[in-house]
T-cell receptor, first 111, second 114 residues
Framework: GQSLEQPSEVTAVEGAIVQINCTYQ??????LSWYQQHDGGAPTFLSY????GLEETGRFSSFLSRSDSYGYLLLQELQMKDSASYFC????????????FGTGTKLQVIP | ETGVTQTPRHLVMGMTNKKSLKCEQH?????MYWYKQSAKKPLELMFV???????ENNSVPSRFSPECPNSSHLFLHLHTLQPEDSALYLC?????????????FGSGTQLSVL
């Protein structure tokens, strides 16, 4: 089976940097995705890592270490609107997107 | 706006009712999904349709019945539900088997079973 672990809650100050970690166990691993979900909203795709290393997209960066089965999402220059839940998800082999999600990390950005 | 539309946004039903959730995607994708989101639990994959064929059914009780009449539309028919079925039901779509882990979600239907 698959399992993903991430912290349940994180609090950070506006303007600061926060890192949300994710460890996973799965067979047929292809890559690690990150999604953002605001209260009452739809999960939205943020990033995907298939290879080891850092991927940067604006204020958000995502890192993957396949050998350690570990990844993280880095949010810089935090804004109040970044308060949301963040989910890591693993993609597995298949003819469609076999995506399994973690339980999510609720990020609260405070002034 | 993600290109995936779900209706209704909210639904309250009794345990003996029959209702249907509807999902429509305007992205030209060829795979569609139903996920269940309960408080403090991971998103649970329920069903996957790829090219209108059901390719995954994750041990979902038979009181949930999916239907995919074409690549743009997905339904979830509900009957004789239980209170523990109360949750947010999310529809998603993707383009085939690309290894990019990218799903496009609708805003969901918040279901309450009384």
């Amino acid at each position: 089976g698959q399992s993903l672990e991430q912290p349940s809650e994180v609090t950070a100050v506006e303007g600061a940097i926060v890192q949300i970690n994710c460890t996973y166990q799965t067979s047929g691993f292809y890559g690690l995705s990150w999604y953002q979900q605001h209260d009452g909203g739809a999960p939205t795709f943020l990033s995907y890592n298939a290879l080891d290393g850092l991927e940067e997209t604006g204020r958000f960066s995502s890192f993957l270490s396949r050998s350690d089965s570990y990844g993280y999402l880095l949010l810089q220059e935090l804004q109040m609107k970044d308060s949301a839940s963040y989910f890591c998800a693993v993609s597995r082999s298949g003819g469609y997107q076999k995506v399994t999600f973690g339980t999510g990390t609720k990020l609260q950005v405070i002034p | 706006e993600t290109g995936v539309t779900q209706t209704p946004r909210h639904l309250v039903m009794g345990m003996t009712n029959k209702k249907s959730l509807k999902c429509e995607q305007h992205l030209g994708h060829n795979a569609m999904y139903w996920y269940k989101q309960s408080a403090k639990k991971p998103l649970e994959l329920m069903f996957v349709y790829s090219l209108e064929e059901r390719v995954e059914n994750n041990s979902v009780p038979s009181r949930f019945s999916p239907e995919c009449p074409n690549s743009s539309h997905l339904f979830l028919h509900l009957h004789t539900l239980q209170p523990e079925d109360s949750a947010l039901y999310l529809c998603a779509s993707s383009q085939g088997g690309g290894r990019v882990g990218k799903l496009f979600f609708g805003s969901g239907t918040q279901l309450s079973v009384l």
